[in-house]
């Protein structure tokens, strides 16, 4: 069984960065690929990146690319997304995911495992 506990939300303006963490406890964890989410309010929750169990594949959703990283590390059991450039359009509560069964994982039932999500508010 995996935990997950995401981290590292907060308020910031526009124009801000945030970095986001995802502390996974159990065996399976590096095994699998690896994803994140976030869901705005009266919103359905929507896949934002993922990266592959080495950490040498990563995609992300196209409101994304090129301004958010996803990166994790195995030997820690932790994913990470750094978060640069954000808009008020990128609040929500951000949730991690793990063990995906496929490749790219961009759906929600890609994944066994959710963490409870942390909120990001950007200010205009």
């Known amino acids: 069984q995996v935990q997950l506990v995401e981290s590292g939300g907060g308020l910031v303006q526009a124009g801000g960065s945030l970095r986001l963490s995802c502390a996974a406890s159990?065996?399976?964890?590096?095994?699998?690929?690896m994803g994140w989410f976030r869901q705005a309010p009266g919103k359905e929750r929507e896949f934002v990146a993922a990266?592959?169990?080495?950490?040498?594949?990563?995609y992300y959703a196209d409101s994304v690319k090129g301004r958010f990283t996803i990166s994790r590390d195995n030997a820690k059991n932790t994913g990470n997304l750094q978060m640069n450039s954000l808009k008020p359009e990128d609040t929500g509560v951000y949730y991690c995911?793990?063990?995906?069964?496929?490749?790219?994982?961009?759906?929600?039932?890609?994944?066994?495992?959710w963490g409870q999500g942390t909120q990001v508010t950007v200010s205009s």
């Open positions: 990266i592959n169990w080495r950490g040498e594949m990563t």
């Open positions: 995911a793990a063990q995906a069964s496929r490749w790219p994982p961009t759906v929600r039932n890609d994944y066994r495992h």
């Open positions: 159990g065996r399976t964890f590096s095994s699998y690929a």
